[in-house]
């Protein structure tokens, strides 16, 4: 029962590089979405998904692409690395595309922009 | 805007002793209101959730938390907390219906002392 999964769960980078964080659940869920925990700040939503092929973007965006060819896969992507991007970034699901239903979290990938 | 804010950012309370953390909203509305627990290096788990109906919900772990409408308050408590509840808590909301992701609060550090 793997839930969401995330990979990696650590990640340093150069300021410039990109990188795809991935993600993927295996619970047949139509949201996905992404946050990213900043000390002090709680989780903030970068990107969501209600459905293959549906993004749309959350409270802070800017810097960061998402797609979702399939149900199953979440990725998010840096263009190009800034040090304000280290951060954890969590990846979370729900069953339905309506707020009704709890997220699931994967476990976290830490990322560190030098 | 949605907001939610946790008036405090640490807690210390003797193990076996009684636990209230706070959590304010703000919303147009009543919203969906839920409680995560992060233990340290973890994703987010859902303790509780509140949709409808009686305004005192249980969850898992022991925890309970009671919505107030009047005062937007959505606070948690456990009658007897132990040591393995040291951990970080965020209360989040998110409107009802629609594709809303989660507004989480900047969280609560919980410290049990011996």
């Known amino acids: 029962n793997a839930g969401v999964t995330q990979t990696p769960k650590f990640q340093v980078l150069k300021t410039g590089q990109s990188m795809t964080l991935q993600c993927a659940q295996d619970?047949?869920?139509?949201?996905m979405s992404w946050y990213r925990q900043d000390p002090g700040m709680g989780l903030r939503l970068i990107h969501y998904s209600v459905g293959a092929g549906i993004t749309d973007q959350g409270e802070v965006p800017n810097g960061y692409n998402v797609s979702r060819s399939t149900t199953e896969d979440f990725p998010l992507r840096l263009l190009s690395a800034a040090p304000s991007q280290t951060s954890v970034y969590f990846c979370?699901?729900?069953?339905?595309?309506?707020?009704?239903?709890?997220?699931?979290f994967g476990d976290g990938t830490r990322l560190s922009i030098l | 805007a949605q907001s939610v804010t946790q008036p405090d950012i640490h807690i210390t309370v003797s193990e076996g002793a009684s636990l209230e953390l706070r959590c304010n909203y703000s919303y147009g509305a009543t919203p969906y209101l839920f409680w995560y627990v992060q233990s340290p290096g973890q994703g987010l788990q859902l303790l509780l959730k509140y949709f409808s109906g009686d305004t005192l919900v249980q969850g898992i772990k022991g925890f309970e938390a009671e919505f107030k409408r009047s005062q937007s308050s959505f606070n948690l408590r456990k009658p007897s907390v132990h040591w393995s509840d040291a951990a970080e808590y965020f209360c989040s909301v998110v409107g009802k219906g629609g594709a809303d992701g989660l507004t989480f609060g900047k969280g609560t550090h919980l410290i049990i002392q011996p």
């Open positions: 619970m047949n869920h139509e949201y």
């Open positions: 979370a699901s729900r069953q339905g595309v309506m707020s009704d239903q709890p997220q699931h």
